[in-house]
């Protein structure tokens, strides 16, 4: 069964940091494009970040609002993704699904990050 | 970065019948290397995770009902459900890969009349 589980949500104090992670299985993960998705409570989706495969160069792109403050990484052995999340602010205050490929095909279940004091 | 811009923003149709939502976005997502739409369709049932719906602008995803269909190209795409089923209320997305950022529109909340 293809599957990602994301993990790593929490209750973190404004300017705190965070990772989460996303492990996937059912599918060959070392070909699979990665993306963060987060949508805040009662509102819509908001694409954060992106890391193509080692094939394709790793090369990662991000939403201007975390550019600097997250990182996205990659470690194929363990099929697993990465978002180190620094420098936390309120409204980053949102569910984070991880999904796969250029088009979204696949998408976790989420893990809540609430960013409050 | 690109703007995606869904109307409406609320739609309530009757079971039965048909449901058209629009998006536009501020350039083109037709890429003139593969002559494609880089634009994506996402339902999302409350509670649950988006789910892909149509890629390509018209490319139904393995799995989604064939009253489902997207067309466009360009800046103006249509999702269009021709038979309205209780399922098939939910939140409806599009989205633009052509380039990063890969943004999203507003969402269109589809009810039952």
């Known amino acids: 069964e293809v599957q990602l589980v994301e993990s790593g949500g929490g209750l973190v104090n404004p300017g705190g940091s965070l990772r989460l992670s996303c492990a996937g299985s059912?599918?060959?993960?070392?070909?699979?494009?990665m993306n963060w998705v987060r949508q805040a409570p009662g509102k819509g989706l908001e694409w954060v970040v992106r890391?193509?495969?080692?094939?394709?160069?790793?090369?990662?792109g991000y939403a201007a609002p975390v550019k600097g403050r997250f990182t996205i990484s990659r470690d194929d052995s363990k099929n697993t993704v990465y978002l180190e999340m620094n420098s936390l602010k309120t409204e980053d205050t949102a569910v984070y699904y991880c999904?796969?490929?250029?088009?979204?095909?696949?998408w976790g279940q989420g893990t809540m990050v609430t960013v409050s004091s | 970065d690109i703007v995606m811009t869904q109307s409406p923003d609320s739609l309530a149709v009757s079971l039965g019948e048909r449901a058209t939502i629009h998006c536009k976005s501020s350039?083109?997502?037709?890429?003139?290397?593969?002559?494609?739409?880089?634009l994506a369709w996402y339902q999302q049932i409350p509670g649950q995770p988006p789910k892909l719906l149509i890629h390509?602008?018209?490319t139904r995803e393995s799995g989604v009902p064939d009253r489902f269909s997207g067309s466009g190209s360009g800046t103006d795409f249509t999702l269009t459900i021709s038979s309205l089923q209780a399922e098939d209320v939910a939140v409806y997305y599009c989205?633009?890969?052509?380039?990063?950022?890969?943004?999203f529109g507003q969402g269109t909340k589809l009810e039952i009349k």
């Open positions: 999904a796969t490929g250029r088009v979204l095909d696949i």
């Open positions: 059912g599918f060959i993960f070392s070909n699979a494009w």
């Open positions: 890391i193509k495969s080692k094939s394709d160069g790793e090369t990662i």
């Open positions: 350039q083109s997502v037709l890429y003139s290397f593969d002559n494609r739409n880089y």
């Open positions: 390509w602008a018209s």
């Open positions: 989205q633009q890969y052509y380039s990063v950022p890969c943004t």
